[in-house]
Structure formats: C-alpha cells, structure tokens
C-alpha cells in the first residue's frame, strides 16, 4: 500500500496526510482483505442542508467535499474500481434551479478530475 500520493493526479489526493489515528487505522484496514470495489451512494446532502437551515446546493457541495475524501480513502488502500452514484430520476422532480445547480456542480467536479488525469 504506498502512502505517497505526490504522483496523484487529483489535487485533493496529493494533500492527504493522516492523522496518528487515521494511519493506525490505515494500518488496521489493511491487514485484511480488502475490496477490489467501493460504490458511493451520495445520498442525504439536501436533508443536511435544510436541518442547518442552508440552501441546497450548500448540502450538494457538501456531499461532493466528502467524496473527495471519501477518494482520498479509497487511494489510500489502493482499490481499483470506484462506482458513485450521484443523481436519480428523482433528482429531477425538484426545482429548477436545484437541478441546474446540482448539475453545474458535477461538471465542474468532473471538468476538475478529468483536468488532473
């Protein structure tokens, strides 16, 4: 498992740096079998926004900043497929202008991964 993310291509991966803990963890996971696959489910970030009282695109790009994370993870142990599933049919029943704006956030987010490969 290399920790060296200076070669990643994505930004966020090359700024990962554990923690104590996060390392111990790190140390832990991967004395196991690990996963040859993750699926993400972005799921909730509305409902989180609206319990702070945020708009929902706040929740969205919360949700996203996550994932990044969540990638960072998965880089870290070095698992080879990633499935994300970002929008469903009922995504489209909201507003308008929540549908654009959640959009706007995947292309710009895709825009940013497909710039660093």
């Known amino acids: ?48 926004a609206q319990q702070r009282d945020q708009k929902p695109i706040e929740g969205h790009e919360r949700g996203f900043d996550t994932f990044a994370k969540a990638l960072s993870w998965i880089r870290v142990f ?7 599933y970002v929008f469903s049919i009922e995504n489209l029943k909201r507003s308008q202008k929540e549908v654009d704006g959640l959009i706007n956030l995947m292309i710009s987010l895709l825009k940013k991964i497909f710039r660093e490969m």
Do not use: Y
Request: charged share 20%.
């Open 78 to 84: 070095d698992i080879p497929e990633v499935t994300v």
């Open 1 to 48: 498992m290399a920790n060296d993310f200076s070669n990643s291509h994505l930004p966020f991966l090359r700024k990962f740096e554990p923690s104590f803990l996060q390392r111990f963890a790190i140390n832990v996971l991967s004395s196991g079998v690990l996963p040859k696959h993750v699926a993400i489910i972005l799921d909730g970030n509305r409902r989180w």
